[in-house]
């Protein structure tokens, strides 16, 4: 069984964690350096980026999280998690931090002021058994990338839409909450991927 921990600055911790034990992992919140050690892979929820950066340093949690993050440590970074993990932000603040964990341009807020939220049936590559049902609040979208990056899904399964799930290696992002709504099949494909490291 692997143990997979779930950053536990802000978001939807306990969802996110209830969706690991239906996957078959034991899910475990991080808060403190320490809780970071015996990990097979971490989740970033969503939230908000800015204040998950800020929070990340003043727990002291950046440096030892970039230091696994680069050793090959499984991440999963989901909404604000997703702007958490690319090597480039727009629509950012000047001063919030990234692990640079993916090769991709993330966008803040892409889908526009107007739409606060929205959700529709997603085709995610990896995911079996029909879409998945991908809920989107005040989301990011991805607008490059990079080699080796490919890419999961797309918003309205348009070939020409906007990215909404990546993935490289060990390192995956998603544009919406996959914690809501009791499907877990996207945790079962990160589950799998800390397996299989
Ligand atoms: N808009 C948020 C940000 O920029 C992300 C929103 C979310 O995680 N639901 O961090």
Redesign the pocket.
């Known amino acids: 069984m692997v143990t997979i921990g779930v950053l536990a600055l802000q978001g939807d911790v306990a969802e996110h964690m209830r969706a690991l034990e239906e996957s078959g992992a034991r899910a475990v919140s991080v808060r403190r350096e320490r809780e970071l050690d015996g990990l097979d892979g971490l989740i970033i929820p ?5 204040a998950i950066s800020n929070l990340l340093v003043s727990f002291g949690l950046y440096e030892p999280l970039k230091k696994r993050i680069d050793a090959g440590l499984p991440v999963w970074g989901t ?2 998690g997703m ?1 958490m993990l690319a090597s480039e932000i727009l629509d950012g603040r000047a001063d919030q931090k990234s692990f640079s964990a993916m090769d991709i341009t993330v966008r ?2 892409a889908f526009g002021r107007q739409v606060d939220s929205y959700e529709e049936d997603l085709d995610v590559r990896g995911v079996e058994d029909g879409p998945f049902h991908a809920v989107f ?4 979208w991805v607008e490059r990338i990079g080699e080796g990056v490919e890419v999961l899904a797309r918003a309205g399964n348009d070939p020409a839409g906007p990215v909404v799930a990546v993935r490289s290696g060990v390192v995956m992002a998603t544009s919406f ?1 996959p914690e809501v709504g009791g499907d877990h099949r996207m945790h079962d494909l990160f589950v799998s991927m800390c397996q299989s490291r």
Request: charged share 20%.
């Open positions: 969503g939230g908000e980026s800015t909404c604000a702007i803040r807020n609040i005040r989301a990011p909450h």
